[in-house]
């Protein structure tokens, strides 16, 4: 490696918006993150889950009208 053209790797503190802090390695001084493991819904339990079924069920009526129109004129 050429020496004096990689940026210095060191330890720094990150923050996260919900007030978390951790030691972590970057070439930046500092970090400042908006969501982390401690506040985002996938780690906490708080995820929503989506009801799936709903939005098949919904696109297959979408495509149902769609297609419905061209069959009648084919017959």
Same mark, same amino acid.
Do not use: N
């Given at each position: 490696?050429?020496?004096?053209?990689?940026? @210095?790797?060191?330890?720094?503190?990150?923050?996260?918006?919900?007030?978390?802090?951790?030691?972590? &390695?970057?070439? @930046?001084?500092?970090?400042?993150?908006? +969501?982390?493991?401690?506040?985002?819904?996938?780690?906490? &339990?708080?995820? @929503?889950?989506?009801?799936?079924? &709903?939005? +098949?069920?919904?696109?297959?009526?979408?495509?149902? @009208?769609?297609?419905?129109?061209?069959?009648?004129?084919?017959?």
């Amino acid at each position: 490696m050429k020496p004096e053209i990689h940026p @210095k790797y060191q330890q720094v503190q990150a923050h996260c918006a919900c007030g978390e802090t951790w030691t972590t &390695g970057s070439t @930046k001084k500092e970090l400042r993150v908006e +969501i982390c493991s401690k506040c985002h819904p996938y780690f906490t &339990g708080k995820q @929503k889950l989506l009801d799936t079924a &709903g939005r +098949i069920d919904r696109f297959q009526q979408r495509f149902a @009208k769609k297609a419905g129109p061209k069959e009648a004129a084919a017959k």
